[in-house]
C-alpha cells in the first residue's frame, strides 16, 4: 500500500540556520498538508496546498515559512531562520481528489531539535 | 477556529475489555471527525471516520458514534488486545478553509494483558 515519506527522520539545527524538510506525498494524491507537534501539545496545522499553490495557511505559517513542489514527486516546507520554538515534529499529509480529499494520508514525521 | 478536545488524556483497561474515548468539538458546522492511531515512533494512522450525515459507523471491532446535538463524537474499542495499546487522536474538518484538521491533544491507551 502507498504511503506518504518524510526525510529525514530526525534533524538537529542550530538556532537562525535554514531547514528544508522533505516529503514525497501519494504518487495520485492532489492535496498536500504539513501540521508540526510541539511536544505534549496538539498537531497543529501550518498548510494545505492545492494546484502548485497554498491553498490555506494557519497563523503560525507567517514569513519564516515556505513550501514548495519543486518537481512531480517532492513536497517541501523551508523555515529560513529557525528558532527555538520551532522545535518540533513536523507532519506531510496528503490526500486524493475530489471525494476524497477529506481523508489524509500521514507520513512517519520529521523531529526537529533547534538548539 | 475549531477546537477539539479529548478525554480523558490516558485511559488503561484490561485486555478482552471495552475502551471508549470521547471528543468535544466547537464548531457546529464541522462535518467531518477522522480517528488516527499512533504507535510510538510510527505515523498517525487513519483507523475510522465519519461524516456529519452519520451516526454511527463500525469496522470490526472499532467503532465511531457522533452526536451533532451536543457536537461529541467517540471511539468504540471491543474486545482490546495489546496491539491496540497507542495514542490515538481525534479530529474535526469544518466545511469551509481547505481541508484544515484540527486535532485532539491525543490519548493514550494502555491495555493490559
Known amino acids: 500500500e502507498p504511503e506518504v515519506t518524510q526525510t529525514p527522520s530526525h534533524q538537529v539545527t542550530q538556532m537562525g540556520q535554514e531547514v528544508i524538510l522533505r516529503c514525497v506525498p501519494i504518487s495520485n494524491h492532489l492535496y498536500f498538508y504539513w501540521y508540526r507537534q510541539i511536544l505534549g501539545q496538539k498537531v497543529e496545522f501550518l498548510v494545505s496546498f492545492y494546484n502548485n499553490e497554498i491553498s490555506e495557511k494557519s497563523e503560525i505559517f507567517d514569513d519564516q515559512f515556505s513550501v514548495e513542489r519543486p518537481d512531480g514527486s517532492n513536497f517541501t516546507l523551508k523555515i529560513r531562520s529557525t528558532k527555538l520554538e520551532d522545535s518540533a515534529m513536523y507532519f506531510c499529509?496528503?490526500?486524493?481528489?475530489?471525494?476524497?480529499?477529506?481523508?489524509?494520508?500521514f507520513g512517519p514525521g520529521t523531529r526537529l531539535t533547534v538548539l | 477556529g475549531e477546537n477539539v478536545e479529548q478525554h480523558p488524556s490516558t485511559l488503561s483497561v484490561q485486555e478482552g475489555d471495552s475502551a471508549v474515548i470521547k471528543c468535544t468539538y466547537s464548531d457546529s458546522a464541522s462535518n467531518y471527525f477522522p480517528w488516527y492511531k499512533q504507535e510510538l515512533g510510527k505515523r498517525p494512522q487513519l483507523i475510522i471516520d465519519?461524516?456529519?450525515?452519520?451516526g454511527e459507523k463500525k469496522d470490526q471491532r472499532i467503532a465511531v458514534t457522533l452526536n451533532k446535538t451536543a457536537k461529541h463524537f467517540s471511539l468504540h474499542i471491543t474486545e482490546t488486545q495489546p496491539e491496540d495499546s497507542a495514542v490515538y487522536f481525534c479530529?474535526?474538518?469544518?466545511?469551509?478553509?481547505?481541508?484544515?484538521?484540527?486535532f485532539g491533544k491525543g490519548n493514550q491507551v494502555v491495555v493490559i494483558p
Open positions: 465519519i461524516r456529519s450525515n452519520v
Open positions: 479530529a474535526a474538518k469544518t466545511p469551509y478553509g481547505n481541508n484544515r484538521l484540527a
Open positions: 499529509a496528503s490526500s486524493a481528489g475530489t471525494h476524497r480529499r477529506d481523508t489524509q494520508y
